[in-house]
């Protein structure tokens, strides 16, 4: 199995949903082993390579920072190109935030088929779990343990009706997340999202990006795309965060009640710790 990258180069533009800055976004073709790279057009092509290393603070979204340089809601497109067997591209943009186009990675999806994917000369390399690796934030667990393929059990529980408690088990293979997962859209509580704007976050948030759930409906007036829609966009946000370890993971994430923080934490624990990963070809 070879690496690939997009065969064409492709753009759309879009809003930034905590910001609400308009962005221009290019996806082009990478060479081998380069991963994802994030050039801001806007700064004289400064590049922020999508790594675990340059994660600054991801309490709503996953925002990346190199010198000084900040990079913000990277996770739905990187769970896009992961999801589509991407391995290597450029992401030029010409602002501070990915849009966050229906909220979802559908837009994206959409994107990397039309470019289409070329497939390159060297082999794909994987990082490959060997011991389980674990971590605990007030009652929220997130683990990884080895498996010979990258597989997510995935369980959150909120008080509402539409949700309550969904778990859902996510075996990464031949066009499963386009089906299962990529069409999930992000969600909100109305309480949370005036507490964002407040803090001046959220600001292109609308019912076209996201699910807005009150006390006991949802805002929305089109219908859920799958009537367990939350897990599997915590599913989604783990494979887009996961995709800052730099390669395809072989492995068994295990989340409850995760959250972006606890995927960097997961992240930055596993590579830290001896013996617990390598990387195979
Ligand atoms: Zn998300």
């Given at each position: 199995m070879n690496q690939t990258t997009l065969a064409n180069e492709i753009s759309t533009t879009g809003v930034g949903l905590h910001t609400g800055v308009d962005v221009n976004l290019n996806l082009k073709p990478a060479p081998e082993n380069t991963g994802y790279i994030f050039v801001r057009t806007d700064l004289?092509?400064?590049e922020i390579p999508a790594s675990a290393e340059y994660i600054s603070h991801c309490s709503y979204a996953t925002t990346l920072m190199r010198r000084g340089v900040v990079l913000s809601?990277?996770?739905h497109l990187l769970s896009a190109l992961r999801g589509s067997g991407v391995d290597n591209c450029f992401i030029e943009l010409d602002n501070i935030e990915i849009p966050i186009?229906?909220?979802s990675s559908e837009d994206f999806l959409e994107l990397i088929r039309s470019a289409g994917i070329a497939e390159q000369?060297?082999?794909r390399r994987f990082l490959r779990v060997l011991k389980k690796v674990e971590v605990e934030q007030n009652g929220r667990l997130m683990s990884i343990e080895p498996s010979d393929r990258f597989e997510i059990e995935c369980v959150i529980d909120f008080p509402h009706p539409f949700i309550n408690r969904q778990s859902l088990h996510f075996v990464f293979e031949n066009g499963s997340f386009g089906r299962e997962i990529g069409s999930a859209r992000t969600f909100g509580f109305?309480?949370?999202?005036e507490m964002l704007r407040k803090a001046n976050l959220a600001r292109g948030g609308s019912l076209d990006n996201a699910i807005v759930l009150t006390p006991d409906g949802m805002l929305n007036e089109t219908p859920l795309r799958f009537e367990d829609e939350f897990v599997r966009?915590?599913?989604?946000d783990i494979i887009g965060d996961f995709a800052l370890l730099g390669m395809p993971v072989l492995g068994k994430i295990t989340a409850e009640k995760s959250g972006h923080a606890v995927h960097a934490a997961l992240m930055s624990k596993l590579l830290k710790?001896?013996?617990a990963w390598e990387i195979v070809k």
């Open positions: 004289d092509n400064f809601t990277c996770e186009m229906d909220g000369d060297s082999a109305t309480h949370e999202i966009h915590k599913i989604l710790t001896e013996g």
